[in-house]
């Protein structure tokens, strides 16, 4: 399994101890707050989460992923607009509606998964793990993400894979 973090992160701006170094927004609820001297605007927010649902789109579609399957579906209110249950299989476009609510701490959360082949995990701070299992390179689909604004770091497993817990 090929297995990334993508974020808005820069690699660079981590210092000892794996702390990140600049004061950057981490969530929806950081708009309106001032971040090195800029207030983050709905636009700024909504391209970086455009950004974020793009890459999903580029790497599943590189490896001919179309569904993923909800694995530890967590729900913190009535969810009767997603009607989701686990173990439900859901279109990519779905999925990535999904991953966008995460990505706003709504009240749902859960791993995003196809077998073996593909998964999307999303993490607390608007971080995000994509693996994929391909035959094909994925190596044009990465410098598509990167020049979305996006950073990805190879080999970073999710800590939210089975495997991690």
């Known amino acids: 399994m090929q297995s990334y973090k993508i974020t808005k992160y820069n690699p660079l701006s981590y210092g000892a101890g794996g702390k990140y170094m600049n004061d950057e927004w981490t969530s929806i609820s950081d708009i309106g707050k001032i971040f090195n001297d800029n207030v983050l605007t709905h636009l700024e927010y909504q ?23 909800v694995i530890d579906l967590e729900t ?10 686990e173990g439900q299989y859901v279109p990519l476009p779905r999925a990535m509606e999904i991953c966008r609510e995460m990505l706003r701490e709504k009240p749902i959360w859960c ?6 082949h593909f998964y999307v995990h999303i993490g607390y701070d608007y971080y995000m793990y994509i693996g994929v ?18 950073f990805v770091e190879e080999n970073w497993p999710s ?5 991690a817990q």
């Open 47 to 69: 391209a970086v989460e455009d950004a974020y649902l793009a890459a999903i789109r580029i790497l599943a579609t590189a490896v001919g992923v179309d569904t993923l399957r």
């Open 76 to 85: 913190h209110d009535d969810m009767t607009k997603w009607r989701l249950a």
């Open 111 to 116: 791993r995003l998964e196809n077998a073996e």
């Open 133 to 150: 299992r391909a035959k094909i390179d994925v190596q044009s689909a990465i410098h598509s993400i990167k020049e979305l604004g996006l």
């Open 159 to 163: 800590p939210y894979s089975r495997e």
